[in-house]
Nanobody
Framework: QVQLVESGGGLVQPGGSLKLSCAAS????????MGWYRQAPGNQRELVATIARFGDTNYADSAKGRFTISRDNPKNAVYLQMTSLQPEDTATYSCYANVMTLRGNFEEWGKGIRVTVSA
């Protein structure tokens, strides 16, 4: 089985920064695309950013210029550096990975981690 475990969320003041981390464990051979999505109360889950195995990135318009996604392939880890956070960034952030295992390829999700931006 594969598990994605997120860390780094919490409460931050407007204008502040946070770095989210996510590591895939279990019988992962390769993690292909990895990324972050978020869901605010009452809203649908939305893309924040994704990163391909060799570094190609894709950002939501709301994240461009403020958030930076990166990854560590040997660790099957993905990170999201968030700066200039605003109250509208408050949401549960979930890690995503498309993984290759001996059992086949799967799309996996973490349980989510809460980010609250408030004064």
């Amino acid at each position: 089985q594969v598990q994605l475990v997120e860390s780094g969320g919490g409460l931050v003041q407007p204008g502040g920064s946070l770095k989210l981390s996510c590591a895939a464990s279990g019988d992962v051979i390769i993690a292909a695309t990895m990324g972050w999505y978020r869901q605010a109360p009452g809203n649908q889950r939305e893309l924040v950013a994704t990163i391909a195995r060799f570094g190609d990135t894709n950002y939501a318009d709301s994240a461009k210029g403020r958030f930076t996604i990166s990854r560590d392939n040997p660790k099957n880890a993905v990170y999201l550096q968030m700066t200039s956070l605003q109250p509208e960034d408050t949401a549960t952030y979930s890690c995503y990975a498309n993984v290759m295992t001996l059992r086949g390829n799967f799309e996996e999700w973490g349980k989510g981690i809460r980010v609250t931006v408030s004064a």
